[in-house]
């Protein structure tokens, strides 16, 4: 069949790090590519998370692109961990030192895509009208990129300053000796509590569940570490890919190193002790035996209860905060600056929702069963639709008009985290399925951008126009996910979190990473194309 004309080979959705380095990847190999981005500007994540104190979690010199060694090279990180501004500035760079602009069009949302089975053809459909086809598409939409609103009673009766950690102006606020509510403590809450609780007048955060959070120890970048890993990238970059968490750990990443290989389980009180005055809140992360057991995890909590208990001075407000109810592991570990510390000022007032949840919202504040708490400003700290909530936001059509939202109703399948069965020619960056939030983003879109490269590549040099994954292999896989996921913390029947949809009313429980590693992920995923796409069909 001969496929009908298009404006563009690849239409690509989104323009933060994937649609960037897409851009990039995509013109070296010869295709025509546009990027289509509904903010104003470049970064996405970080373009969009201007919140005070906001940071990533893995080190700066690893959370990075690898692709262009004069770029590892000219580029000079500040801070072991990069802040936000930093990590936006990088990002506006490559998009300059890559001409990638003349591909991008900002404020640009896209509303529907849809796939026509007779002339092979996508044509993406944007909110100001204009229509653009091409014979792939590209989600590089994020995973983390649609806001959850929370359903409170009054929310939008408050007559004070609303702002929300995901959508925070540009130009900042002025918080200075105002009352401030922050709802919601993971990780966008827990960078920005300790961040303006000295410029507010009274900060009242208001907790639904207690955070396992640990202490960065972020601080300038020893230049001696950044000279010495720039003259090792290579091998850096290797060790990436070949390690479950996609960092290699040269530089202190807390987050995805491995536990050590001692089981806590068969521990001794006094071992317990001597590693909790060694490590801190890391003492709690040291054990090799509390991902599958959730007696050992409970031991492991217990360390960390007692490092808040030593941290915050009031005994009722360290209860509060620290986690029960839940196992270790459950959710994506946060890292913060002084977050603990915080609660020790006189002007920081925790109101745990358990004992005392919200009633509703008013034109002055925030009425709680115990009472009404007057603010000026009410700040949503309230997480994401993750993994799947930017994707099932278009109206995705694929092969006979069939609806991405419908199909994912009942949880989401694909093949990798790349491609969906019934839905030729779209390819998702860190789809669900596939390891994204569980390892490093970057290490992951690189390796995802380069194998749809790879793809695309292979169609052309057999004159082939579409693929696409077959049901069965997608089973197979989604199949694969589920038993991986399978007995771990992260799955445990008392767990809810964002990895299982938990955070979004009516969301259906499914695991969503790929809990495999990195590493194994790539085996399986270079299995499938070097045996010719094994799981997909073409045309």
């Known amino acids: 069949m001969e496929p009908g004309a298009v404006d563009t080979d690849v239409i690509v959705v989104g323009a933060g790090m994937a649609g960037l380095y897409l851009l990039y990847h995509l013109r070296r190999l010869g295709f025509s590519a546009v990027a289509l981005e509904q903010g104003d500007g470049v970064g996405g994540t970080w373009f969009w998370n201007r919140y005070p104190g906001a940071r990533c979690d893995v080190p700066s010199l690893e959370y990075s692109f690898g692709f262009d060694e004069d770029l590892q090279q000219e580029w000079e990180w500040s801070e072991l961990f ?20 003349r591909d991008l069009r900002l404020n640009t ?14 044509t993406v459909s944007t909110d100001d009208g204009t229509t653009r086809s091409a014979r792939f598409v590209v989600m590089a939409t994020g995973c983390l990129s649609a806001p959850q609103d929370p359903a409170i009673a009054g929310r939008d009766a408050f007559a004070g300053t609303t702002i929300f950690t995901s959508r925070w102006p540009r130009g900042g606020v002025d918080l200075a000796g105002k009352r401030v509510g922050i709802i919601g403590t993971g ?38 570490v950044q000279r010495a890993t720039k003259a090792n990238y290579a091998e850096l970059r290797r060790t990436q890919r070949a390690t479950p968490g996609g960092v290699a750990g040269s530089t202190g990443a807390i987050i995805m190193q491995a536990a050590e290989d001692r089981p ?39 360390l960390y209860r007692e490092m808040v208990r030593r941290t915050v001075r009031d005994p009722a407000v360290a209860e509060a905060l620290s986690p029960r109810g839940y196992p270790l592991g459950c959710k994506r570990p946060v890292l913060d600056s ?47 639709d ?67 490269g790879a793809c695309l590549e292979h169609l052309r040099a057999r004159g082939l126009v579409a693929i696409e994954a077959t049901p069965e292999a997608q089973d197979d896989w989604v199949d694969h996910v589920r038993t991986i996921a399978a007995g771990t913390s992260m799955t445990a029947e008392t767990c809810s979190s964002w990895y299982l949809g938990a955070n979004i009313p009516g969301k259906p429980r499914v695991f969503l990473p790929y809990a495999g590693g990195l590493n194994r992920y790539i085996a399986e995923a270079d299995a499938v194309a070097t045996d010719g796409y094994a799981g997909f069909v073409t045309a």
């Open 82 to 101: 990069p802040a936000q501004p930093e990590l936006e500035r990088y990002l506006n760079h490559v998009a300059d030192r890559f001409d990638l602009r």
């Open 109 to 122: 949302t896209v509303v529907a895509a849809v796939w026509d089975d007779v002339a092979l053809v996508w």
């Open 187 to 224: 990780s966008s809450g827990v960078q920005t509590i300790p961040e303006i609780a000295p410029e507010v007048g009274h900060l009242f955060v208001f907790q639904r569940t207690a955070t396992f959070t640990w202490p960065s120890q972020n601080g300038p970048l020893d230049p001696e």
């Open 264 to 302: 806590i389980r068969t521990s001794t009180p006094e071992e317990r002790a001597a590693v909790l005055e060694e490590k801190g809140f890391s003492a709690s992360r040291a054990w090799n035996d509390t991902t599958f057991d959730l007696e050992a995890n409970e031991m492991a909590c217990e």
């Open 338 to 384: 002084h977050y603990f510390e915080t609660f020790n000022r006189d002007d920081v007032t925790l109101v745990d929702l358990r004992v005392d949840p919200i009633v509703e919202i008013d034109a002055t504040g925030i009425t709680t069963v115990s009472g009404h708490i007057d603010l000026d400003v009410i700040i949503f700290a309230t997480g994401f």
């Open 386 to 452: 993750a993994m799947t909530g930017a994707l099932t936001r278009i109206d995705v059509r694929g092969r006979e008009g069939r609806s991405l939202r419908g199909e994912w109703h009942d949880g989401p399948g694909s093949l990798l985290g790349l491609a969906v069965a019934g839905f030729p020619n779209l390819f998702t960056v860190t789809g669900p399925g596939s390891p994204s939030v569980l390892a490093n983003m970057v290490t992951g879109i690189e390796y995802h951008v380069e194998w749809i």
